[in-house]
């Protein structure tokens, strides 16, 4: 069987080894889906809780929840991990966008070694992962949540469930381990865009009734497991207070050795942690979804050109949500090896060394594997969280503030704009921008001047005047899209960026028209001999006249 | 240190090579380039070793940050070390200054090789093994108008999307890497003059490629055109 081959001591270091994957793993996806830039500092001494060498936080929450979904157990072939990534509108519609999966296959890698290989191939995974997570489409929806839609995750265990992500839905491979008990695979299947949308007619018109909104709406299989927003809300239950991550767990180790693999000895201690509960400072509370988004709907800013994705700006420089000077809501502090507890002492082997030493110098390296796991002196692990080099900004701020975007409570929705987001459809501020609103626009293309028949009209008239400014004479600057800082005013029905567009091509004065001058001008002209030749029949008349005023 | 070896020359036998190739905007070089090189050291750096006494040695953390493109729709993560950052800049950005100025049609490569130093007795100078390369070939297009940048924009950061996909597919290989080495032989695998991560000992090399004719860069430009026809 395939326990004989690996030593017992293997066999509970790659247990721990997948577990805490799985953990990073789930850390890992939801922070990319957060909506804000994550930064993480690198230290030069290890501390002793960064598995796999890497500064990934814990956000607890995140935790209990991947915690909860494992119930103790670890992906196995047929029992996969599975992380739902889901998008959900202000108007409660959900979508999944989706499905990170964490499996194992039959496939063993005897000759593996666990302790070091296997560990540093993690390592390696999860590097690929950050990078991978942000290349998926969803990434870049995740970075403008907040106002019309929010980005959920759900961990769930068990079968992979792929049919709620449509058809033609793709797959990217993250990397594979191979271990002595299997293969470790983790790969995404996602939904390419949001192509059903194009298919439906969507119209200037008040919403249609009655659409299926089934594929929405409905989940396929009844999830035991709840969606939790991925934006780490703090403050709304003061009395869960989520266990750090922390908290009774063994250190990991980050002691190698270049010995070879004979000597092979693995020591964890367990430490006893110091866990501070979380202190709230100043925290905004974010109110319940539904309310929340419901609100921000009737009373938010619509911008003037519904925002399509896929289409025009993309402004990954600007996440939605705002900080507005909020502080810090969290000191997550990591934990540091404990200073007291039980620290077993390490099984020294005096010949450890000295053999290693011979060894090393007659024989070719052969591999490492630990060979003593004692918490480091104890360093500061606080480091990770405050970077003195500004360009983190605080990192621990990133993932444990809240970022409400305050609106105005008065700010009125503009009465004649029709936008997509108006309209009462599932995902209708999706939908492909309608060009032809702007071909309508008569402040973009306004109408020809009226014709006129004079002959004389021909010479006066002067080309291009009146009303003729159009967008094509910046036919090399296209405004996407307009927002002017501070312009949002409680007493205009619309906002600036708005009142700008319209009245951008005013149209000339008539009074100024050059066309109109020339034609009154024209028909002075024209009338002139035939107005003569009256004067002239009537001279004798007028004559006479003269004479009796003589 | 210096290296051995002319430049360019050619990899040895087992030195397994990768090649991308990009279509860019003039402003998008650097952004596009420091992206790849970016998430290929993300992959090829570990924390600073501490070697200890009986032949062990304790690895440090390796932190990440996310970062925005300004010119092209696209994030990438990289690795959070500003001496790493500043030293691919510079190769970067001389990189664009010599594209810029060849007069050429834009078109050039730039690679990152990885390679593991072999000491040789005296008079014999040490040898350069290199172990991987990746080339990434740099078309740079003129675009006429704004509405063709904005797709632009787009269309890089899906590339730069697949590209990401391509290189951690070749890292998943788990094809050779350098033994983990003693404290003494450290220098000759890593580059260990960082003070927060140890990227594998590496050197970047450029080169501008003479032009072989526009027929690149127009099919670039048809690409875009008939994108805008659609």
Redesign the interface.
């Known amino acids: 069987a395939m326990d004989t081959d690996l030593s017992s001591q293997d066999r509970k270091d790659l247990d721990k080894f997948i577990k805490f994957f799985a953990l990073k793993t789930v850390q890992v996806i939801v922070q990319a889906r957060l909506g804000e830039?994550?930064?993480?500092?690198?230290?030069?001494?290890?501390?002793g809780s960064?598995w796999f060498?890497?500064?990934i936080k814990d956000i607890p929450e995140v935790t209990h929840e991947a915690k909860k979904a494992l119930a103790g157990q670890l992906p196995a072939v047929g029992r996969s991990m599975c992380v739902e990534i889901s998008l959900k509108t202000s108007e409660g519609d959900s979508m999944e966008l989706e499905i990170w999966c964490l499996e194992m296959n039959e496939k063993c890698d005897k000759e593996i070694k666990v302790s070091?290989t296997v560990y540093n191939?993690l390592s390696?995974?999860l590097?690929?992962l950050?990078?991978?997570t942000?290349?998926?489409p969803a990434?870049?929806l995740s970075?403008k949540q907040g106002h019309e839609y929010v980005i959920l995750y759900r961990i769930y265990f068990g079968e992979v469930q792929l049919s709620g992500l449509g058809e033609g839905f793709q797959t990217?491979?993250?990397?594979?381990?191979g271990t002595p008990v299997g293969t470790i695979t983790l790969s995404c299947a996602y939904r390419i865009n949001l192509a059903f949308m194009s298919t439906r007619q969507f119209e200037r018109t008040p919403p249609i009734m009655g659409i299926i909104i089934d594929h929405f709406v409905d989940r396929p299989f009844p999830s035991s497991s709840p969606m939790h927003p991925c934006n780490y809300r703090a403050g709304e239950d003061n009395g869960a207070v989520y266990p750090s991550v922390e908290d009774s767990q063994e250190v990991c180790t980050?002691?190698?050795?270049?010995?070879p693999p004979s000597q092979c000895v693995f020591t964890v201690t367990k430490a006893h942690f110091q866990t501070p509960p979380p202190v709230v400072t100043d925290t905004l509370k974010v109110p319940v979804m539904g309310l929340a988004f419901s609100h921000q709907l009737s009373s938010s800013r619509l911008s003037y050109q519904p925002a399509a994705l896929?289409v025009?700006?993309?402004d990954?420089?600007y996440p939605v949500l705002f900080a507005g000077g909020l502080n810090a809501a969290h000191p997550h502090q990591l934990i540091g090896p404990g200073k007291e507890g039980g620290v077993p002492p390490i099984p020294s082997q005096p010949a450890?060394?000295t053999q290693?030493?011979q060894e090393?110098m007659c024989t070719?390296?052969d591999?490492?594997h630990y060979?003593?796991a004692t918490p480091?002196s104890s360093e500061d692990t606080e480091t990770?969280s405050n970077s003195s080099?500004g360009?983190?900004g605080s990192p621990h701020d990133l993932l444990e503030t809240i970022f409400v975007r305050k609106v105005g409570a008065f700010v009125n929705k503009p009465i004649n704009q029709v936008t997509m987001a108006n309209l009462d459809i599932p995902f209708a501020m999706f939908a492909p921008k309608n060009v032809e609103l702007e071909d309508n626009d008569p402040m973009v293309n306004p109408p020809d001047s009226p014709e006129t028949e004079s002959p004389l009209q021909g010479s006066l008239h002067s080309e291009g005047s009146s009303g003729s400014s159009t967008g094509n004479t910046h036919?090399?600057?296209?405004m996407?899209d307009f927002k002017p800082a501070f312009s949002k005013d409680d007493i205009l029905p619309m906002d600036l960026g708005t009142f700008y567009r319209e009245f951008q091509n005013p149209p000339q004065l008539s009074s100024l028209s050059i066309d109109i001058g020339a034609q009154s001008m024209a028909e002075d002209l024209d009338s002139l001999p035939e107005k003569l030749a009256v004067h002239e029949k009537n001279v004798k008349e007028f004559d006479a006249f003269v004479e009796t005023l003589q | 240190t210096r290296c051995c070896g002319p430049p360019g020359a050619a990899p040895a036998m087992n030195c397994r090579a990768e090649v991308l190739e990009v279509s860019v905007e003039g402003r998008q070089v650097e952004e596009a380039m420091l992206a790849v090189l970016h998430?290929i050291l993300?992959?090829r750096s570990?924390?600073?070793f501490?070697y200890?006494?009986?032949?062990?040695?304790?690895?440090?953390?390796?932190?990440?940050?996310?970062v925005?493109?300004?010119f092209i729709?696209?994030?990438?993560?990289r690795?959070?070390?500003?001496e790493l950052d500043r030293a691919l800049r510079k190769a970067v950005g001389e990189f664009k200054d010599a594209l810029r100025g060849s007069g050429s049609d834009g078109m050039g490569q730039i690679s990152l090789e990885f390679y593991q130093k072999k000491k040789s007795r005296w008079p014999f100078s040490d040898e350069c093994i290199p172990w991987e390369l990746w080339t990434i070939k740099v078309n740079v297009v003129n675009l006429?108008?704004?509405?063709e940048r904005?797709i632009c924009?787009?269309k890089v950061?899906e590339k730069?999307?697949e590209k990401?996909?391509n290189?951690?597919?070749v890292?998943?290989r788990?094809e050779y890497l350098p033994?983990?080495?003693?404290q003494s032989e450290v220098d000759n695998v890593f580059d260990t003059s960082l003070?927060?991560?140890q990227p594998y000992l590496y050197k970047i090399s450029y080169q501008i490629t003479d032009s072989l004719g526009t027929s690149v860069t127009t099919t670039m430009r048809r690409l875009i055109k008939d994108t805008l026809a659609l």
């Open positions: 830039k994550i930064c993480t500092r690198s230290s030069s001494s290890p501390t960064d060498n890497l500064a070091y191939r390696l995974l590097k690929s950050l990078a991978i942000r290349v998926t990434y870049r970075r990217v491979r993250v990397g594979t381990v980050t002691s190698f050795s270049t010995s896929g025009g700006s993309a990954m420089g450890h060394g290693a030493d090393r070719p390296l591999g490492v060979s003593a480091s990770v080099e360009k983190c036919d090399d600057f296209v996407i | 998430t993300l992959h570990t924390g600073k501490h200890k006494k009986e032949g062990t040695y304790s690895i440090g953390t390796v932190g990440t940050q996310d925005d493109c300004d729709d696209f994030a990438y993560v690795v959070s070390s500003e006429a108008n704004e509405q904005q924009r787009e950061g730069l999307c990401i996909i290189i951690v597919e890292m998943n788990h033994k983990m080495p003693t003070k927060d991560v």
